[in-house]
């Protein structure tokens, strides 16, 4: 099964989908954490140019193509060979990043990034996606003072560095997204402590996975 995890910046997904592991692994349930861009080597090379400032002078285009080219590689080598070993796979990341961040927020054709990434994970998709969804300045505080915290606001911060109306474009993207299709959709509220929200986001994978809650 692949569950991924999407939402604007500062959002919370990483820690969320880093808790889901350590609890399904407690459980002994087989699972694996991995993330775009970076989940791959190729992709590993190309998250400096489009998560740091030294990838300022991409196209949209440009922005779009390097994703796609991530999430082929990445699809090919780690994502598939787990889930066929029987692996659940938690993506920080996926398909619908690009839709939200490249479609609604830069603007780029909706339809043809759906195309381009049908093409990119050839049958390759999601069981369950959760959109951890917060208010853009709230999203944007956290993960701005995160960045400052770790010394990655120039590595980092590209997308941090916009301007409050595309992280809201993004947002609503996501929520567009989520009601065209609440079968593989679940849109979290993110405002919380990370364990409160953990709260929200388990019983949602174990409903989908099948699996008890708690350890018995």
Known sequence: M??????????????????????????????LW????GGCDLGGRLRALLLGREGDGLT????????????AQHVAEVI????????VVLC????????????????????????????????????LTLILDLPVETGLTRA?????????TESEGRFEAEET????RIRDGYLTLAAENPDRYAVIPAQGEPEEVFGRVWPM????????????
Do not use: W
């Open 144 to 152: 701005r003072t995160r960045n400052a915290d770790q010394g990655q």
């Open 34 to 37: 991995t993330r775009q861009p």
């Open 92 to 127: 920080d990341r996926f398909t619908d990043s690009t839709v939200a961040y490249q479609g609604y927020g830069r603007g780029l054709d909706v339809s043809l990034i759906h195309r381009l990434n049908a093409v990119a994970v050839d049958g390759c998709l999601p069981d």
């Open 2 to 31: 692949l569950i991924t995890f999407e939402g604007i910046e500062g959002c919370g997904k990483s820690t969320q989908s880093r808790m889901v592991l350590d609890h399904l692994q407690q459980r002994g349930v087989p699972a």
């Open 165 to 168: 109306a595309f992280h809201q």
């Open 205 to 216: 994978v174990c409903s989908r996975l099948g699996i008890a809650e708690h350890l018995m």
């Open 80 to 87: 598939r060979p787990a889930l066929a070993a029987g692996t």
């Open 60 to 71: 949209p285009l440009s922005e779009l193509f390097l994703y796609l080219a991530d999430r």
